[in-house]
T-cell receptor
Framework: RKEVEQDPGPFNVPEGATVAFNCTYS??????FFWYRQDCRKEPKLLMS???SGNEDGRFTAQLNRASQYISLLIRDSKLSDSATYLC????????????FGGGTRVLVKP | DADVTQTPRNRITKTGKRIMLECSQT?????MYWYRQDPGLGLRLIYY???????NKGEISDGYSVSRQAQAKFSLSLESAIPNQTALYFC?????????????FGDGTRLSIL
């Protein structure tokens, strides 16, 4: 089983719609969680950290469910520019504070 | 200017050649990392360094070596390149501190081994 698993998609989303997707992680000792965004053939860029109580950044909302070991990302009022691959990233201090990346969820926002 | 700079951006070479990928950063971060990305597999950690005297293997270090020449420089070498090392390679940096420090990536090096 992969340490961090994501539905690869693609999620085809009409412009203006809401899309949500999850990421599951296997190590219960994981401590920090992030969502990164990666555009085609570009470097990953931090979208947002994920906090235990959930957090929002504009149209983006991230949630953490420690009991079920998953995090989620919700995008409201999708824009064409939101089309990208979203990487779920988990930090486990016991593993030397290394980040483990999921394979990414591809989102395509269409007019 | 980019905070994390990788050179070269693209490289095509032949099997058996020695290749060095270079990474430099102006962020003042202590920690540096090398990843490779393959379609469908996400990013996988090759090597990482928490300071100049600290080098650690990641999950896929076989066939690779690294050198941390200075706090700002971390190079990755393929001693004898093979075709399955064809991939997109990323260097990243992060600050020492709490576990929630994110990583900052360079633009990537697209490497093709023929």
């Amino acid at each position: 089983r992969k340490e961090v698993e994501q539905d690869p998609g693609p999620f085809n989303v009409p412009e203006g719609a809401t899309v949500a997707f999850n990421c599951t992680y296997s190590n219960s000792a994981s401590q920090s969680f992030f969502w990164y965004r990666q555009d085609c053939r570009k470097e990953p860029k931090l979208l947002m950290s994920v906090y235990s109580s959930g957090n929002e950044d504009g149209r983006f909302t991230a949630q953490l469910n420690r009991a079920s070991q998953y995090i989620s990302l919700l995008i409201r009022d999708s824009k064409l520019s939101d089309s990208a691959t979203y990487l779920c990233v988990v930090n486990t201090r016991a593993a030397g504070n290394k980040l483990t990346f999921g394979g990414g969820t591809r989102v395509l926002v269409k007019p | 200017d980019a905070d994390v700079t990788q050179t070269p951006r693209n490289r095509i070479t032949k099997t058996g050649k020695r290749i060095m990928l270079e990474c430099s950063q102006t962020k003042g971060h202590d920690r540096m990392y090398w990843y490779r990305q393959d379609p469908g597999l996400g990013l996988r950690l090759i090597y990482y360094s928490f300071d100049v005297k600290d080098i650690n293997k990641g999950e896929i270090s076989d066939g690779y070596s690294v050198s941390r020449q200075a706090q700002a420089k971390f190079s990755l070498s393929l001693e004898s390149a093979i075709p399955n090392q064809t991939a997109l390679y990323f260097c990243a940096t992060s600050q020492t501190g709490a576990a929630n420090q994110p990583q900052h990536f360079g633009d990537g090096t697209r490497l093709s081994i023929l």
